[in-house]
């Protein structure tokens, strides 16, 4: 059993590809389940084999704690530690090769809270791993490329886990758009010469600076374009996880507990 966490800005479509990537699975022959970490989301586009909601409902923090919606979605994220052995007591005895965790959409609920760590930790460290989510509505510019790829460093910091960047909803990208972002995470060289390109402001300074800093944590490489829509780019992300945790051999059926 191994554990793959979908990780992402608001928006970045991390439900709709875990419910894509969950089928893509299924269809190959490969057991899979779910898990919804999400407790304040209204509706999910699949039927998760586990959801936190079942102990943890936003409106009842929200009433109980006497809390707006952003204070119960805090304390919410906490409580989902609390509830933790509920759902290791239920993964006990399961066999399946890869359980998909949804996790809040609200990115910093998740990766900045140390609620996270406890939930990693109780899953099992040694056997996760993270999928981070590029939204192309928020890499288009060299600038806001280099700001999302500190976010997925700083993911990879706070949860000490193996990431594989992906560029979600390909379907709605240009080819040139698409091509360019590709191009910026694996060849760094043409990130830092469009970022050189952009006038001369404190921006742009601090952009070049940030570009440095996630250029030394070795951040750059590989980065997959993935739609959720038609389906394109989940064998990349099955290949990357086989590789990972397999060294990219197929799964060992006795070895999925």
């Known amino acids: 059993m191994r554990f793959v966490y979908f990780v992402g800005t608001a928006g970045s479509g991390k439900s709709t590809l875990v419910k894509s990537y969950r089928d893509w699975l299924g269809n190959n022959g490969i057991d899979c389940m779910t898990i919804n970490l999400d407790p304040g989301v209204d509706m999910l586009p699949y039927d998760a084999d586990i959801d936190i909601r079942e102990w943890v409902a936003l409106d009842e923090v929200m009433g109980e704690y006497n809390l707006g919606p952003n204070g119960a979605q805090i304390v919410a994220a906490d409580l989902m530690a609390v509830n933790i052995k509920k ?30 760590n406890v939930i990693v930790e109780a899953f099992g460290k040694e056997k996760s ?6 939204d192309p509505m928020l890499c288009k510019t060299s600038n806001g490329f280099v700001s999302n790829m500190v976010l997925s460093s700083l993911v990879e910091f706070r949860l000490q886990l193996p990431v594989i960047n992906i560029l979600t ?11 360019r972002m590709i191009s910026w995470f694996e060849n760094s060289d043409s990130l830092y010469d469009d970022l050189l390109d952009n ?30 829509v038609e389906n394109t780019g989940l064998e990349e992300i099955y290949s990357a996880t ?16």
Not at 129 to 134: E, H, P, Q
Not at 199 to 227: C, H, W, Y
Request: glycine letters at 8%.
């Open 87 to 116: 759902i290791t007591d239920l993964l006990d005895g399961v066999r399946t090769e890869y359980v998909l965790v949804d996790t809040p959409g609200q990115l910093e609920l998740f990766a900045f809270r140390e609620s996270s």
């Open 129 to 134: 791993m993270v999928v981070y989510l590029s």
């Open 169 to 179: 909803k390909a379907d709605l990208m240009k080819d040139e758009d698409r091509d």
């Open 199 to 228: 006038d001369a402001n404190p921006q742009t300074v601090v952009g070049m600076e940030l570009f440095k800093a996630v250029e030394s944590v070795g951040i750059f490489g590989q980065i997959r374009a993935v739609s959720a």
């Open 242 to 257: 086989q590789l990972e945790f397999f060294g990219g051999e197929d799964i060992d059926p006795e070895d999925n507990d």
